[in-house]
């Protein structure tokens, strides 16, 4: 039995952790100047290539090199878009990335359900070869996957960029994950039980919960098909390329223009900046979600 001295003394610590649980917390000095160099040096080589791509190769060998940038930019621009055609490289690569995040967000969203939830034979034997895959070097599928393309017809055309990445391990694995942690079993017990079929199970209970890891992953999935370079370089040509391909032609010379480059590089940039701004909350909900459990 607790003295009343004992029950006493123990009542302002409770108060006093109550309190302290149910403060805010706040930023202070150290934290705003951590943020603000992190920003600066994540916003500093976007911004530099847009100095670069403003001036000419002979104002940038200066000693100090400019720091601002003047006009020029869209002259140089335009010039990259007369070396090459740029915009069809990026309304191509919109559309091969685009294909590709919904190839993946799909299959991979339905892998990772079936692996997370679904009771089946072989479920950790699956699971353990689609992990596996990711141990295999891409670069010694490559010849192999090009004599199948070639088989079929497909070299230079975009089709041999899109169906060899319609699905991911990672993708998968990812989806898993967060389906694990995020969806509750009960919620698919019931379903099951009044009669539901598994589709519209997943249709209806499961996509919903998904839709911030689906957001963060086709994030990722844009920007890694937006960013491949080696894959496209070998199956397409000059006449029908991708981004990464298109700028590997701009500013060739025995001195490359680098402006020309630079300039060419923010053009094909901008996609991936929409693309973010569009997806953002999504993306920062998902992060916060995945990082709570239950």
């Not at 942690?181 to 209970?205: K, Q």
Request: overall charge positive; aromatic content about 12%.
């Amino acid at each position: 039995m607790a003295t009343l001295e004992q029950t006493i003394r123990t009542v302002p610590r409770r108060r006093r952790r109550s309190s302290a649980a149910g403060r805010q917390l706040t930023a202070g000095p150290f934290t705003y100047i951590v943020l603000i160099l992190v920003t600066v040096i994540s916003v500093f080589p976007l911004y530099y290539t847009m100095v670069i791509g403003s001036h000419t190769n002979s104002e940038m060998a200066k000693s100090p090199p400019p720091f601002s940038v003047n006009t020029s930019l869209f002259d140089n621009m335009r010039e990259a878009l007369k070396q090459q055609p740029l915009f069809r490289d990026i309304l191509n690569s919109i559309f091969v990335s685009g294909m590709i995040t919904l190839g993946t967000v799909a299959f991979c969203t339905l892998s990772g359900f079936a692996f997370a939830k679904l009771r089946f034979r072989g479920n950790k034997i699956l699971f353990g070869l689609t992990l596996g895959t990711t141990l295999i070097p891409p670069q010694l599928g490559v010849i192999p996957l090009y004599m199948y393309m070639a088989k079929l017809g497909w070299i230079h055309h975009l089709q041999a960029v899109i169906l060899p990445n319609l699905v991911s391990a990672f993708g998968v694995f990812f989806m898993r994950q967060y389906l694990v942690n995020a969806m509750p079993t009960e919620l698919l017990e019931a379903g099951w039980v009044d009669g539901a079929s598994t589709f519209r199970i997943f249709r209806t209970i499961v996509l919903p919960i998904a839709r911030p890891a689906m957001a963060v992953l086709a994030m990722l999935t844009f920007l890694f098909a937006w960013n491949d370079f080696f894959w496209p370089l070998l199956v397409l040509n000059s006449h029908n390329a991708t981004v990464q391909v298109g700028l590997a032609g701009l500013g060739q010379g025995y001195i490359p223009q680098q402006n020309i480059i630079m300039a060419g590089t923010m053009l094909c940039t901008f996609p991936l900046l929409v693309v973010f701004v569009v997806l953002g909350k999504q993306i920062v909900g998902g992060i916060m979600q995945g990082a709570v459990k239950g």
